[in-house]
């Protein structure tokens, strides 16, 4: 069975940085190269939404949020099983959980969470002034 893990969140002030990672198991490296990975987040009383995405069978291809983009970069290694979103330039809108999502196949069905089957636990993100 597929098990998502999320490290890396935590409070951090306006401006500052954090990296997410999502360590993937039950998946041998040619399984997992041809999942899309995804970093979704929600806010209280808001709605789950997709901030990025990956693909990388037969070459790397990433999705992004516009609140993402420019600041946040989504990146794997196939071989670790593992996923990171590297945050910069944090606000205090980005304080959410934030979640890890694999789906079988390309990105297609991104930034929708409902195409996403896997999804690990959340990590928090708190960003203060």
């Known amino acids: 069975q597929v098990q998502l893990v999320e490290s890396g969140g935590g409070s951090v002030q306006a401006g500052g940085s954090l990296r997410l990672s999502c360590a993937a198991s039950?998946?041998?490296?040619?399984?997992?190269?041809?999942?899309?990975m995804g970093w979704f987040r929600q806010a209280p009383a808001k709605e789950r939404e997709g901030v990025a995405a990956i693909y990388s069978a037969g070459g790397s291809i990433t999705y992004y949020a516009d609140s993402a983009k420019g600041r946040f970069t989504i990146s794997r290694d196939n071989a670790k099983n593992t996923v990171w979103l590297q945050m910069n330039s944090l606000k205090l809108e980005d304080t959410a959980m934030y979640y890890c999502?694999?789906?079988?196949?390309?990105?297609?069905?991104?930034?929708?969470?409902?195409?996403?089957?896997?999804w690990g636990q959340g990590t928090q993100v708190t960003v203060s002034s």
């Open positions: 039950a998946y041998t490296y040619n399984t997992y190269n041809r999942n899309c």
């Open positions: 999502a694999a789906n079988p196949g390309p990105c297609g069905s991104w930034p929708r969470a409902s195409g996403f089957p896997y």
